[in-house]
Structures are given as C-alpha cells and as structure tokens.
C-alpha cells in the first residue's frame, strides 16, 4: 500500500499497479487445480474484464485463449498477436464477417443466436464444426443467487422452453458437427452450487441430444486469489465430479473463462481525492 502511495504522487492519476507476482501466483494455482482434477483444460482469458495490452499479452503467454465477445475484442486479439486458433468468440453480437473468419480459422465459436445459425450455409464445407451457447434456469436449480431471477438469462438458446433442441436440430440438418456446448452463467454469489449445476446440465444436455463433444465450456463467474472465498480446487472437483459420470477426460477438454478471478484480486486502481463536500443533514 505504502509502495502505492508513493507511485501515485510520482505518476499521473488514475493508473493500475499490477501486482504481477500476485497475479502470477493466483493464475498458477488454478493451473494447478486444472492439472489435478481435469487434465484437459483450455483457459480463456475474458476479454470484457480488463482488455490491457500488456494484460491480455500476459494472459497469452501464460498460454491463454483469448475470450472475445464483439468484433473489436476479436480484432483486439489478432491485433496483440494471438495464434488465430487460439481465440474462443461469443457473444450474441458477432457480425457475419467475423463470425465466418473465426469458423474457417478454427477458433472455438459458441453460436449465440438464430441468425449465426443462418450463416452457416456459408462455411466451407471442411470446415463445419461449431459450439452452441446454453441457456438455462439457474434460478430454479439455485434460487435467490441468478443474477436476473425475473428476466431470466440473455444469451444462448434456452434448454427448457425447446429453443435448444430446435437449434440443435437446425444445425444437424445444415450437416454441422456441434463440437462443444457452452454454459457460462453469472450469478451473484460465485457459489459452488452454480457449478454443481452446470456441470449437471451439461452431463443432461450431452445425453438428452447425444452430443459427442471436444469441450465444455463453463465459462467464468469464480473467485479468485481470496482466501475466504472458493478456491479454484473447489470449483473444479465438484465439476470433475459431476463431469466424469457422462464425459471421458482424455476426449472432452474442460474450458474456463475466467476473469475477474485471474485479474480482480491482483490489481490495484489507483486515483486521487480532488475536491470533497459536506452533506448537511
Ligand atoms: C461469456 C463470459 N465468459 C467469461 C466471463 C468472465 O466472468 P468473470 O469476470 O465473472 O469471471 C463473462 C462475464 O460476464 C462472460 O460473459
């Protein structure tokens, strides 16, 4: 704090201070709880959560995916250098140029919405494999700890309205192999029950449809480098054990998206106070 401080009368404000051994200290033991309960694992690196040069270039050469969700997050990657197969693209706003790019290179795609499915008439033939994004009731599986109870979720086809099997069965017929399915959910508690639960739907969806999957995609929503929260050894063998029941380890990766869990705890947003008011009451 005092080495903060101090840098904050030194450079302009506002600014970051990235704790980097911290950061790097954290990052490792979720490789850790990955190597040990699902040997098999891409980690992609959410984008949206703090888009930094140098931290989406660090991410990458710890070995990062990089998570994008809009076309300028797509562009920012291959911008930084990012391997072109190397970027999982989601997000209900992809447009058809990127969208069809990130097909034929190869990256993870997690289709979010009717019209993707419409583009798919227009990947080449060899290359027609694709991820589906999931939408499904995380109130009623967790009550009081969605973040949109009413609303319900926003992203993905819905699971228990039949939206899902319709996709499915859409992109069946346009003869696209559904390569993985993808389940992130948001919640407010970043509890273990949300895993527990999406690693059962997952483990319901993959035999209700009989999906045959390279990944399953359970995105992010941890904590993070916070001893009095889960820890990411937690998180990952309550999946594992749920996970193991339907899928085989050594075929099906396991992929996380993590970011305010790798990137939240190590760093420090520094400003400064340049005015201040009383309130009379
Ligand atoms: C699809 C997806 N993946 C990953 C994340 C990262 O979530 P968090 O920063 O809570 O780990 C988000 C955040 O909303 C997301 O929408």
């Known amino acids: ?58 991410f990458d050469s710890l070995g990062c995916y990089a998570e994008t969700v809009s076309e300028d997050e797509y562009e920012l990657a291959k911008l930084v250098g990012v391997t072109k197969n190397k970027i999982i693209y989601n997000g209900p706003i992809k447009t058809k140029e ?11 795609v997690n289709i979010d919405s009717q019209r993707e499915i419409d583009w ?74 949300i895993y527990r639960a ?15 999957l390279d990944y399953v995609d359970v995105g992010g929503g941890f904590f993070g480098g916070l001893s009095t929260k889960p820890q990411f050894g937690e998180y990952i063998s309550i999946m594992e054990d749920i996970l193991a029941k339907s899928f085989d380890k050594k075929k099906t990766k396991l992929i996380i998206e993590p970011g305010m869990a790798v990137i939240g705890a190590p760093i420090s947003y520094v400003t400064s106070v340049i005015d201040m008011f009383i309130i009379q009451r």
């Open 1 to 58: 704090m005092g080495q903060i401080k101090a840098a904050a009368m030194n450079f302009k404000t506002p600014f970051y201070v990235i704790h980097k051994n911290e950061l790097d200290d954290n990052y490792k033991k979720l490789t850790s709880a990955l190597e040990k309960h699902w040997n098999n694992y891409i980690i992609g690196y959410s984008y949206k959560t703090n888009a930094l040069p140098w931290i989406i270039k660090h």
């Open 98 to 108: 990127s969208f069809l790019e990130a097909v034929q290179n190869e990256c993870i």
């Open 120 to 193: 798919l008439d227009e990947v080449k033939e060899e290359k027609k494999s694709i991820g589906i994004r999931i939408n499904f009731d995380i109130e009623k599986m967790c009550p009081g700890q969605s973040q949109c109870p009413n609303e319900g979720g926003r992203f993905g086809f819905c699971y228990e309205n039949g939206e899902l099997g319709k996709a499915i069965k859409q992109i069946r017929e346009k003869k696209v192999n559904i390569s993985g399915i993808h389940l992130h959910t948001s919640s407010k508690t970043r509890s273990l029950d």
């Open 198 to 212: 999406i690693a059962n739907v997952a483990c319901k969806v993959k035999e209700e449809f009989s999906l045959d």
